[in-house]
């Protein structure tokens, strides 16, 4: 079982930045994969950007060259560093992990959610 707690939330400006962190309990966290997701009102779920157990990342193109995901193997953290930030920013975002086991079982969890809001 992982627990994932995001933090680092909040109302910033247009153009503004934020850090948002996601800490996991267990002592495995370096096997997953980790990502962030967001979902505006009405909107589905999106994958934003992700960092595999092996440090490669990806980001989806609305993001690309603003923000910014990276891991902390050692204090089981994962963070999303947000600059040049936009109203369309404006979501819940929520932390996922997830690997295969070793009887090939896939994994999947989720954080609560923080609230970023972009506006001016």
């Known amino acids: 079982q992982v627990q994932l707690a995001e933090s680092g939330g909040g109302l910033v400006q247009p153009g503004g930045s934020l850090r948002l962190s996601c800490a996991a309990s267990g002592r495995i966290f370096r096997d997953f994969d980790m990502g962030w997701y967001r979902q505006a009102p009405g909107k589905q779920r999106e994958l934003v950007a992700a960092v595999s157990s092996g440090g490669g990342t990806n980001y989806v193109d609305s993001v690309k060259g603003r923000f910014t995901i990276s891991r902390d193997n050692a204090k089981n953290t994962v963070y999303l560093q947000m600059n040049s930030l936009k109203p369309e920013d404006t979501a819940v975002y929520y932390c996922?992990?997830?690997?295969?086991?070793?009887?090939?079982?896939?994994?999947?969890?989720w954080g609560q959610g923080t609230q970023v809001t972009v506006s001016s």
């Open positions: 996922n992990a997830k690997r295969v086991n070793a009887m090939l079982i896939p994994l999947n969890y």
